[in-house]
């Protein structure tokens, strides 16, 4: 008769606690490890079968954002994998790299996504506008970072991890694609931390970025359809 995992996981525990034997523990908790492990990632999968994101599993089992779709990214459903981008956002990820390219980085980071989405206009574009978030203003910003970032963010851009991040917040919000809005939030949270730079070099605080996006998807879904 197969057990469950978590007796499994009780009668190892169990285990190795009780062998006096360091080695003999040790291999124990080894076999603890695993059966840890494969528990974990049959949770994980319940989650994201339910309708979990990366960002709440992420948050859940106290590791970034990105780890977890590292760690877990094969076990998510062909749904999940297969959120498309809008032609809006397609539009903002295009300037995006020209932006990237433009300032000479070995690939697109989240400042140059932040950017794209300023570019590409339409009701997020104007949220972030009537904040302070201009184009001109973040490029200002970025111009005036220091040499050690901007080699830091070349080095390891974070730009497909943005884009996984904001196909996250989509599924959150019940889209049916990647809009740029959920891009600049997504960029906001970015690992390499550029965009956050950026809007808090402008005086604008990522909060209240987050808080002025909450309500633009209307907008941005009626921008892109006229």
Do not use: W
Not at 9 to 28: F, M, V
Not at 98 to 119: C, I, T
Not at 153 to 181: C, F, T
Not at 206 to 215: D, I, K, M, Q, T
């Amino acid at each position: 008769m197969k057990r469950e995992p978590q007796h499994v996981i009780c009668r190892l525990a169990d285990e190795a606690a009780a062998i006096t034997h360091p080695e003999a523990a040790l291999e124990k908790l080894h076999d603890l490890r695993d059966a840890l492990e494969r528990f974990e990632n049959e949770r994980v999968a319940e989650a994201l079968r339910s309708g979990s994101s990366f960002s709440a599993i992420a948050r859940a089992l106290g590791i970034s954002r990105q780890a977890a779709h590292r760690r877990y990214r094969d076990l998510a459903p062909m749904a999940i994998e297969t959120l498309r981008l809008s032609s809006h956002s397609r539009r903002a990820v295009q300037l995006a790299c020209q932006e990237a390219d433009s300032a000479g980085a070995d690939g697109v980071a989240s400042e140059h996504l932040l950017l794209g989405v300023l570019r590409s206009g339409g009701g997020t574009s104007l949220a972030l506008e009537a904040i302070g978030v201009s184009v001109d203003a973040v490029r200002k910003c970025i111009a005036g970072a220091n040499a050690a970032t901007r080699t830091a963010v070349e080095k390891d851009p974070a730009g497909r991890a943005v884009l996984a991040q904001a196909a996250d917040i989509a599924r959150a919000r019940s889209a049916r694609h990647v809009d740029p809005e959920h891009i600049a939030l997504a960029a906001l949270d970015g690992e390499d931390g550029g965009a956050a730079r950026a809007v808090t070099a402008i005086g604008v605080t990522p909060a209240s970025v987050r808080e002025r996006l909450g309500c633009t998807h209307d907008n941005e879904v009626a921008g892109e359809a006229a």
